[in-house]
């Protein structure tokens, strides 16, 4: 570990960024913030953080929101589930802990949505506990340093890096050395082209010193996305549109989007208008058809999503809409909406 200490640590006190989660002990502080970076770039993540502890500056106040708001503050962030998870583990910490963030790691662990590493990260930044927190960055920084050829996606690799994570822990420092280690993946050990001449560590890196800095680590192909077509229908009517919330345990899960025809590939418009769907919501033969987007491609993590937008005008929107909801157009921004959905109001200027 003598490596690490002598030249990891006076790197990461030059060059750490100036970040607000850093400055702070407290748990609750220190959990949003890796929730929120979770698939997150830091530059992204951190006008959402600065917003929601704004809204929910502590724990308690966070358990008794309403999920429509927290949603709301998420939107545009993506993997709506950490939001949906955050507002649980906020109620369990209320009901369990009497609102009073936990400081065991066991507890921690058992919140809803955190695993191994962010329950690692809290216990060790917020309580000095010594678990070593294992993320994308500290996989690179070991896999290069040690030769590790293990793929970090499977059982054995994520046993192996977990396993010499803890061996090179400083246990009376481990909140520092793990932000150390992250900090020195993020910003010098990068994943393409980093600064090899000008690492620290480079003495000691073995794919440095074996030429495989741009194979390491390595990681098992993953299953291909899968596509899905979508079709979206802006159905107006005097000033009013109709919405729905997402209820199924799918994409999006309690996030609102206008009326959805899912299909099983690409339709044409002559088929999109012979929708199920529209027939409760409209007399087709009197609609207006204002406008049909071409397909565009929406990618998430498992899924490519192929969607097209159908703007439809009628005179008034039926008292019956079957479990849709009516609402103004001028109070769409007061919902939470997928990112996909949102872009589409934003460039036809209608939030």
């Not at 290069?144 to 293990?150: A, V």
């Amino acid at each position: 570990m003598s490596h690490f200490i002598e030249s990891l640590y006076p790197w990461y006190l030059r060059h750490r960024r100036d970040l607000p989660w850093r400055k702070t002990t407290d748990p609750y502080l220190i959990w949003v913030s890796e929730t929120i970076l979770q698939q997150t770039r830091v530059g992204q993540g951190l006008p959402y953080y600065e917003r929601f502890i704004l809204s929910y500056p502590d724990v308690v106040s966070l358990a008794r929101a309403h999920e429509d708001e927290v949603l709301k503050l998420w939107e545009g962030l993506g993997y709506y589930s950490r939001a949906r998870n955050l507002l649980a583990a906020a109620r369990q910490i209320l009901q369990n802990f009497n609102g009073k963030f936990p400081s065991a790691y066991s507890d921690i662990r058992k919140l809803k949505g955190v695993g191994d590493y962010t329950a690692a990260a809290v216990a060790s930044i917020a309580f000095n506990l010594p678990y070593a927190a294992v993320d994308g960055n500290v996989y690179r920084v070991l896999s290069r340093c040690y030769g590790l050829e293990t793929p970090i996606n499977t059982p054995a690799g994520k046993k192996l890096f977990a396993q010499l994570a803890e061996e090179l822990l400083n246990r009376r420092e481990p909140g520092m050395h793990n932000q150390a280690l992250m900090e020195f993946g993020a910003l010098q050990c990068v994943p393409k082209n980093p600064d090899c001449e000008n690492c620290p560590l480079v003495n000691h890196c073995a794919a440095f010193l074996t030429k495989q800095v741009d194979r390491l680590p390595v990681k098992n192909r993953t299953l291909q996305r899968s596509s899905r077509y979508f079709n979206f229908f802006l159905i107006e009517g005097v000033g009013q549109i109709l919405i729905h919330k997402r209820q199924k345990n799918d994409i999006w899960k309690n996030l609102y989007q206008l009326p959805l025809e899912e299909t099983a590939g690409e339709t044409s418009a002559e088929e999109i208008l012979q929708s199920q769907l529209l027939i409760p919501l409209l007399n087709i033969e009197t609609v207006k058809i204002q406008k049909i987007t071409p397909l565009r491609t929406h990618e998430l993590t498992h899924q490519r999503i192929f969607a097209r937008f159908i703007h439809l005008q009628t005179d008034q929107l039926p008292e019956n809409t079957a479990g849709f909801i009516k609402i103004n157009k001028k109070d769409i921004s007061k919902f939470a909406f997928p990112g996909l959905v949102k872009k589409y109001f934003e460039e036809n200027h209608l939030i």
